[in-house]
């Protein structure tokens, strides 16, 4: 784990083919923080998970992480370099194991040793995923696909672990167990980029965030401020002035 790790993202420009979607996106993380990306359906927070995954190519602008560009690294890199991606979606392999798809998240590892302690830290994290771990992942609730998505990202070791839309299909019970996980990832000091569409939940769990408009960052600041901020809890929260 990098303690140092900050991601920094200046004037970030991506997009699909020839259609850009994101205009001058600067935002970044420190070490031991949790980040909220705020926004509505479209606004391209998806598009800036992929970006910094390194599954779309950087247009413009740059992002780095601990000051070393990576605005044209592989996707392999980005990993290596200590960002782990839990896409939206969670995007297993439905009909492989849960043990299988938690070990292809250390597919750039060799220290075999230490895969299989890391394995077993994420069996101690969710238990759930022990008792299924021979089970088609497939077969599994979302609640219990979501744990193995994010138990997956962390095989890779990250220092930053992206969670693109953690609540999205659970019931509030499921979503309070993960954020309670994401918590104690957060506490080994793991720093996590969030993007959640429940952005009471998101700030809750936040401590700064970044509003996301039509592929530009509209506001930022401290999570407690957004949550109390009149235009955010009327446009994101259906809430009227704190
Ligand atoms: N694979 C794609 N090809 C073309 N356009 C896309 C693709 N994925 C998303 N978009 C477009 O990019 C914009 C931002 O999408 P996305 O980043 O998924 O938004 P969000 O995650 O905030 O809901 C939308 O206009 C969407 O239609
Ligand atoms: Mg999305």
Known sequence: MNEALKLDVRNL???????QVLWDVSLDVAAGEIVAIIGSNGAGKSTIMRTLSGLLPVKGGTFSIDGRPMADASAADLVRAGIAHVPEGRRLFSAMSVRDNLLMGAYL??????????????????????????????????????????????????????IDELSLGLAPRIVDQLSDRLREINAKGVAILLVEQDVIAGLELANRGFIVDRGRVTLSGPAKDLQGNAAVREAYMGLGAA
């Open 13 to 19: 420009q991506a997009g699909y083919g020839d259609v």
């Open 109 to 162: 590892r060799e220290d075999k040793a230490e895969i299989a302690a890391d394995l077993e830290s994420v069996y101690q994290m969710f238990p759930i995923l022990a008792d299924r771990r021979g089970q088609d992942a497939g077969t599994m609730s979302g609640g219990e696909q979501q744990m193995c998505a994010i138990g997956r990202g962390l095989m890779s070791r990250p220092s930053l672990l992206l």
